[in-house]
Structure formats: structure tokens, C-alpha cells
């Protein structure tokens, strides 16, 4: 029968029957395949929907997953292999019929079981072959392979019919693009299913599998970079497990790229082979960038065509990756990034450079300053990259970015960094990086002086900077009194700028009030500090520096807490942290002073698990960059919570360590006189007599001594100055216990009260605990009962101890008690009763053993409770 369409309406499958064998039979998967249950899983949920696409690029292993289910599957599976020559309708259907025969799904009495061919007419073939595939068997599965190469109107129109429709028959189709069949009703109708190369790419174990298969053994470290390097890419794992193998180990994973020959030719003739001119010079020129949009694309390429290039490369293929559910940002597979890269090299290597200055450029335009500066040492533009480290770049030394800026300037060749002041300036900044402080005074001085006589456009920006990041040396060695000078010398430059951006001026002034803030505070003027500090932290939120508002706003709640204002504290940190976390910046050196202040905020409330936490995250974010003052800070903290955890020992190890690790050069007076606190604190803890000049700490040393007049007389001297919300708390529990060893319960009662009503509202428990007394717990067992509305918390600083039964004193011990409760000695005692002190020694033992008590006015108060005396 001829085939010519104007003599006859019908074509023979005989003249297609030399090809039907190899377009209808199931590839078939390799013996030493990887078994992928988690796909076909995932295959065997899909296939409950009418159409299923598995669309990804070369090499994703599509087709290689499909057959291996279809070998499993239960139902019948037709398979249909498709290329560019069956963009013919009466091709296409006749092919797919043949598809189904081979498959046994076509049963007798089935209108297309006896057909001899395929129709010419559109309407005859649409209906003859709906009714036929409305007919077969139910769960009957015709997979058609590279869809992709489908691109005849009327072939996809009438396949687009039948999906409006869909029959029994459940359609799988597997291409690298997504065919133009209206898949988005069907998608929105919740009838399509798809894997993409998402689901397909290998993870660590089926990787594993590929490498263990070629005779290697991989670290975990270096599977894990095998993974990250091909993304899961199937055909990548196999080249380069082949590219070890070939080499013995010889070579490393870390050697693996896309220039590597083998994945180099793939990716040539499967991936960049189909792209149009246009298409294959945008590849090249754009993948200098690690991820592109179309404005950056555009300024490189210098055309105005790059969103529309982008979203037909990332439709077509998965090497193109779109970022985000909007179609803004997109990332070249790393491979392929590779093949592209050295293709550039090799055909125009001369505009390399021109490339990423273009790059520079709007990156720099659109405040991404690392990138802008990556391009621009690429481009080896010396002269932007120090003008973009003075006007944009510069504050990031003492952000979480430090590291990679550092990184960027090291590619700026020592030769270089002499040239320009900008450049010297970066020199400077490494100088910074590495801690050499007493070497950035010289290298600023001479910024300065060879930009003296520049115009006011170099000389401005490069004088601030250089001011700032002076700031930034006196701050990190802990020299207060230079910090105050350095800020307050800067705020005056801003004053009289002309030439530097408002928006600068506007960022270096919440930078340096800031910086006087924190001088004002450790050199104790702490009302000027917290006027400062506020400022600063207003100046920078306006200012649009939130890191500059962060570190203020720690420093703030430092300050409160240290004063005695726990909730205030609390609140400024909290909010300090919340920010930085929002923004990514949770171990930035900027949060530390947040950290640290609530640290001390929990140890004041008894919360010590999380003001662990907090002493870590703060010390996380301080390790890489030490700053004095908060190295010192962070030492009393730990100090403090070490011994509120009972370790004193260590608690005396931190504070040896902070007293080392103190240097002439550091002045800083509040720090000095927080840590001398600190340091007596532990010493009283330990049973010995605290040194300094604190007479509340003196004042309770000399109550557990048993000296209640001088703990009276030094807590007079106290009095009304000290202010603070935990001073008060410690100095009304002390009074409140004086005034009951005088027996004055009412007044106790009264000062107690008081006490417990102040650290009630601030959630203060420490003071409380710290005092292990049982005068203080009969008070405190008192109030419960007679302030319902404070029993709660009251409950909480003394929770309801065991009592031990009390062993039976006997009658001498019983009187040697009584004796217990006046203020005679023990020889007293003795001469009273006509017996020996070691006799009354002995007797005094054996009641506190008895009551459970460790010195006399708790075995009295214990007596008192149990109703003994």
C-alpha cells in the first residue's frame, strides 16, 4: 500500500515493523544496577494519578528508574521510545499501537486489535483510538520515553485531547523538559504526578553503591563532597567513580570538575549540543556568577533578553536551577559551571576580565558588596576593590562576613596594597584580622597622609574609615579611655562631611556613639553610657545597621543587669537576640554582649540549664574574634554560673584566669570592679573571708560568722545607696534575718516581705538560695502561710525540704539545746552546768548531727521548728 497521503488516507504499520522492536522493548537496566526502592516507591504512589511526568535532565537516570519498576510493576507496562522522526501523527499513533501489542494489552473484541492502520483523518484516529484505550485493561501502563522530542503541533494537540479525557490507561512520560501538553489543568485537577531530578538525584548511601561497584572505598567526608560536587547527578557519580578508578586513587576527589574530560564531552554533546548560539553564549559569559538573575545577566552580556533566556534554559533542563518558587535567582549545576568556565578560558579568553568588572559593578549598584569585590579581584581591578572596601565594604570586619571578606583581600597582591590609600587601607584591615593592633596606628597614619592631598571625594571616606577602624583596634585590646577619644573624634569628622554619602555618615555615626556608649560603660560613667547607648541603638535601627543596633542593645542590657535591673535586662537582650536570629546573625560577634547579659539575667532567676546555653552561644559567637572586654566578661559569667552550680573550684580556676588575662594596656575600671565582686562572692562561697570593699558582701560574710553586730553596722553603711533591684533584694534579706536575731519577728516579717515583693516582680530567686539558712527558711515557711498571694514564688526559693526523723536527744543534750539559744560560749555553758567545755563541745555535736544541722543557729532555728524548744 503506498504511503503517499494524497492517494490513500491509511499507512501500513508494515513499513515501520524493521523499528518496532527497538522502539517498543523496555530498556533494560544494568545487572549491576543500583537498587532504588525509595523510586520506585515513590513511582508506585504515582501511578494511582491518570498522568505521571519524570522530567529531568541528561544523565538524571530517568529511563534507567522507570524500567527497573516496570520489571517489578504487577500490571502490564507498554513502552514507547520515541525520537524527532515520530513527529508525524500517523507515525506517532502507529508506533504507540504497536506499543500496546507488544505489551499483550490490547484484548480481542478491542477496536484497535484488529486495526491494520492507523487513520489518516484526525477525527476518525482521535475517536477510533479513545474508544480503544477507554477498552483496556484496567492499571494498564504506557510509558513514553524522551517525550521531549514530540514537537509537532498536531501530534501534541491530539495527545492533549486524550489527556482532557483520560481513559483507564495510566500514562507515564519521561523527557528531559516538560512537554507542551497543558499539564497545568491536570496538575491543578490534582491528576498529575511528578519526580523530578530533586526526588531522582543520589544521596550518600545509593551513591555509595555506585562507588563501592567500581572497587573504591570513600570516606564519609569524601562521599560527602562526592555528593555536594555532582549534586546526585547519576552520570556524574558514574564518571567520576570511573575517574578515580582509572587513576588508583591516585587522585582525589577534590580533583573531580567539569574540565575533567569525560563529564566535559557529556555535557558538550548532551546539554550545550542543543543550544542555539544565542543560548550557548549566554552560558558561557553568565557563569562566571555562582547564581544569576536577569538584571546581572544583562549587565553582563549587555543585551536585555536575560530573563527570557534564563526561564527557557531552566524549563528545558535541570542543569539550570531556578531558586525559589519565583523565577528571580538561578544557579548553573556545578559541573556544568565547570565545562562552561573552561569553555571561556579556551574560546575568549580576552574578555574574561571585562566579564566580571560588568559583574562588579551591579553587585557593587545593588549592595552586594562580597560579590561585587570577588569580581572584582577576578577582574583584577585593584583601584574598585579599594574603593569599594573604604565606601561599602569595610564594616563587614567586624561582622559575621569577616571571614569571607578576609578571604576576598588576600587576592589582592601585596604589591598592590601599597598603591592607592584605599588599598593600604585594606592592609590595614588584614592587620586587624590578625590581631597585630599595635601595627594599625602607623599603616592608618600613613592612609591618611598619602590622602591628604586628594580631592574631597577620596579624602573623606578613606579619613572615616580609617577612624573607625581605629576604633576597632582600641576596642578589641580593651583601651577605653583611647576608645572614648577615637569616637568622639569621629563623630566631629561626620559633622563636617561633604563628600561622603548621607547614608554613610548616617551608619559611622550609630557606629561611633555606639563605641562611646561601651567606653562610657566600662570606665564606669554608666548614666552617660546608657544615654550613649541608646542613642547608638536608635541611630543604627534609622540608620538601617542592624548589627550596629544588636551589639548596642546587648551592651544596654549588660548594663541593666549589672545594675540590678533583671527584667529591663531581660527585655533588651531578648529583643537584641531575636533580631540577630531573624536575620541569620545568631553567632555574629555583634549578639555577645545579649548572650551575655541574659546569662545573667537566668543566673539572678535561678534558671542555670539556660544560662548555660546562653554562656555557650555566647562564647560561640566570641571564639573567632576576641574582643577584651567581653573575653573578660564572658570569664565572669562562666565564673558565676560555675559557682551557683556549686563548683567552686572552677568558678575560682575562671576568675585566676580572668585576673591573667588582664594586661596593662586594658583600662577598663567597671570590668575590674565586676570581676573583684565575682572573685569575693567565691571566696565567701568557700567559707573564706572576701576581699574588696563591698559592704553587703562584708555585711552577709559577717552574719554567717555568727557576727551579727558587725553585719549590722556594715549593713548600715549600705543603706539607701544601694539602689539596684537585686541590692535591695540581698540587703532586705540580710536586714529581715538580723531583725529576727534580735527577735524582732514583726519587723522581719516586714523586711522580708518587702524583699520578696521587689524580686517577685523582677523573677529574682538567687539572692534567696545563696543564703542556705534555716532562719531564712522558717521566715520564709511563715510568709507562705501568711501571703497567699506570694506563696507561689515563695514556694519556688524554698521548696518543702525532707525532714529526717529526729533521733531522741538525751537529757544532758536536751539542756545543752536550751543553752544553744542564748549567746553564751560553750565555756559558759560549761561553768554553768560544772562540766568540762569538751564535755559541752561534745554534747553541741552531738545535737546538730541529731537535728541535721551544720552550726548553731540552724540547729536552734531546726529546734525551734520541731517544736523542741
Known amino acids: 500500500m503506498s504511503t503517499d497521503a494524497g492517494t490513500s488516507d491509511r499507512v501500513a504499520p508494515a513499513v515501520l515493523l524493521p523499528l518496532v522492536e527497538a522502539k517498543t522493548s523496555r530498556p533494560q537496566t544494568v545487572r549491576a544496577g543500583v537498587a532504588r526502592q525509595r523510586l520506585h516507591d515513590l513511582l508506585d504512589a504515582a501511578i494511582g494519578k491518570p498522568v505521571t511526568l519524570v522530567c529531568a535532565g541528561a544523565g538524571w537516570g530517568k529511563t534507567t528508574v522507570v524500567s527497573g519498576w516496570a520489571q517489578r510493576h504487577h500490571a502490564p507496562v507498554a513502552w514507547l521510545s520515541v525520537d524527532r522522526h515520530d513527529n508525524d501523527p500517523q507515525v506517532f499513533w502507529a508506533y504507540l499501537l504497536a506499543a500496546l501489542r507488544v505489551a499483550g494489552v490490547v484484548p480481542a473484541g478491542n477496536p484497535l486489535a484488529d486495526l491494520g492502520a492507523v487513520p489518516a483523518d484526525p477525527r476518525e484516529r482521535g475517536r477510533l483510538f479513545a474508544a480503544g484505550l477507554a477498552r483496556l485493561a484496567a492499571g494498564t501502563v504506557l510509558v513514553i520515553d524522551d517525550v521531549q522530542e514530540i514537537d509537532d503541533a498536531d501530534v501534541l494537540r491530539e495527545l492533549t485531547d486524550l489527556l482532557r479525557h483520560p481513559p483507564a490507561l495510566r500514562l507515564l512520560l519521561i523527557g528531559r523538559s516538560e512537554p507542551p501538553l497543558r499539564l497545568h489543568r491536570l496538575r491543578a485537577a490534582g491528576q498529575l504526578a511528578e519526580i523530578r531530578a530533586e526526588q531522582l538525584a543520589f544521596g550518600h548511601d545509593e551513591a555509595a553503591e555506585i562507588v563501592g561497584r567500581h572497587g573504591l572505598s570513600l570516606s564519609a567526608e569524601e562521599m560527602t563532597t562526592l555528593v555536594d560536587r555532582t549534586e546526585g547527578w547519576a552520570a556524574g557519580l558514574q564518571l567520576a567513580a570511573g575517574f578515580l578508578a582509572a587513576h588508583d586513587g591516585a587522585r582525589t576527589i577534590t580533583e573531580f570538575a567539569g574540565n575533567v574530560r569525560g563529564v566535559d564531552d557529556y555535557l558538550t554533546e548532551e546539554v550545550l549540543a542543543d543550544r542555539t548560539r544565542r543560548q550557548r553564549r549566554f552560558l558561557l559569559q553568565t557563569s562566571i556568577c555562582e547564581n544569576v538573575c536577569a538584571g546581572l545577566a544583562d549587565a553582563i552580556t549587555q543585551r536585555t533578553d536575560g530573563q527570557r533566556i534564563l526561564e527557557e534554559l531552566e524549563h528545558d533542563n535541570d542543569f539550570v536551577v531556578r531558586l525559589g518558587a519565583k523565577p528571580l535567582w538561578f544557579r548553573y549545576h556545578q559541573l556544568l559551571r565547570d565545562v562552561l568556565g573552561h569553555r571561556l578560558r579556551v574560546e575568549t579568553p580576552g574578555v574574561v576580565p571585562d566579564l566580571h568588572r560588568r559583574a562588579a559593578r551591579w553587585h557593587a549598584a545593588n549592595n552586594s558588596v562580597l560579590e561585587a569585590l570577588a569580581h572584582a579581584v577576578s577582574a583584577r581591578d585593584w583601584a574598585f576593590v579599594g574603593r569599594l572596601v573604604v565606601t561599602q565594604a569595610a564594616p563587614l570586619i567586624v561582622s559575621a562576613h569577616r571571614a569571607a571578606l578576609v578571604k576576598i583581600l588576600r587576592g589582592v597582591p601585596a604589591e598592590q596594597l601599597t598603591t592607592t590609600p584605599e588599598l593600604m587601607f585594606c592592609a590595614a584591615l588584614l592587620l586587624f584580622h590578625a590581631g597585630d593592633y599595635d601595627g594599625i596606628p602607623a599603616r592608618l597614619y600613613a592612609v591618611r597622609e598619602l590622602s591628604h592631598d586628594r580631592p574631597d571625594s577620596v579624602r573623606e571616606p578613606v579619613e572615616i574609615m580609617s577612624r573607625t577602624l581605629q576604633l576597632a583596634a582600641d576596642r578589641a585590646r580593651g583601651d577605653m579611655p583611647a576608645l572614648l577619644a577615637g569616637a568622639s573624634l569621629l563623630l566631629d569628622l561626620l559633622g563636617g562631611a561633604k563628600a561622603v554619602p548621607v547614608s554613610a555618615i548616617a551608619q559611622n555615626r550609630a557606629i561611633a556613639l555606639g563605641n562611646r556608649g561601651l567606653a562610657l560603660l566600662w570606665l564606669g560613667r554608666t548614666e552617660e553610657a546608657e544615654r550613649e547607648l541608646w542613642a547608638g541603638s536608635s541611630a543604627a535601627r534609622v540608620a538601617g545597621v542592624e548589627l550596629t543596633e544588636i551589639n548596642a542593645s546587648g551592651h544596654l542590657a549588660l548594663l541593666k543587669v549589672m545594675s540590678g535591673s533583671v527584667h ?302
Open 568 to 869: 529591663e535586662a531581660a527585655t533588651l537582650a531578648t529583643s537584641a537576640v531575636d533580631l540577630a536570629e531573624q536575620r541569620g546573625w545568631r553567632y555574629a560577634l555583634q549578639t555577645v554582649p545579649a548572650y551575655f547579659a541574659l546569662a545573667l539575667v537566668r543566673l539572678e532567676r535561678h534558671d542555670l540549664d539556660g544560662a548555660r546555653q546562653a554562656v555557650q552561644d555566647g562564647l560561640r559567637g566570641h571564639h573567632s574574634d576576641p574582643e577584651a572586654a567581653q573575653h573578660l566578661i564572658g570569664l565572669g559569667v562562666q565564673a558565676r554560673l560555675a559557682a551557683a552550680r556549686g563548683n567552686l573550684g572552677a568558678a575560682r580556676k575562671l576568675c585566676d584566669e580572668a585576673r591573667v588575662a588582664r594586661t596593662a594596656r586594658m583600662r577598663m575600671p567597671a570590668v575590674d570592679d565586676w570581676l573583684a565582686r565575682i572573685e569575693a562572692a567565691v571566696d565567701l562561697a568557700a567559707g573564706a573571708d572576701p576581699g574588696g570593699a563591698d559592704p553587703l558582701l562584708l555585711a552577709r560574710a559577717a552574719y554567717l560568722k555568727g557576727d551579727f553586730r558587725q553585719a549590722q553596722r556594715l549593713l548600715a553603711e549600705v543603706g539607701t545607696a544601694e539602689q539596684d533591684t537585686v541590692g535591695r533584694v540581698e540587703a532586705g534579706i540580710l536586714a529581715a534575718l538580723l531583725a529576727d536575731v534580735r527577735g524582732q519577728s514583726v519587723q522581719a516579717a516586714d523586711l522580708l516581705a518587702d524583699a520578696v515583693s521587689v524580686a517577685a516582680g523582677e523573677g529574682i530567686r538567687r539572692p534567696f538560695l545563696i543564703m542556705d539558712d534555716p532562719r531564712l527558711d522558717a521566715l520564709l515557711h511563715r510568709m507562705r502561710l501568711l501571703a497567699p498571694l506570694v506563696a507561689d514564688f515563695v514556694g519556688e526559693l524554698r521548696p518543702s525540704r525532707a525532714r529526717h526523723p529526729v533521733e531522741s536527744l538525751s537529757e544532758r543534750e536536751t539542756e545543752v539545746l536550751r543553752y544553744l539559744a542564748t549567746m553564751l560560749t560553750a565555756a559558759e555553758i560549761a561553768a554553768d552546768l560544772g562540766v568540762s567545755v569538751n564535755t559541752v563541745k561534745a554534747h553541741m555535736r552531738a545535737v546538730y548531727r541529731k537535728l541535721g544541722a551544720s552550726r548553731r543557729t540552724e540547729a536552734v532555728t531546726l529546734a525551734q521548728d520541731r517544736g523542741l524548744l
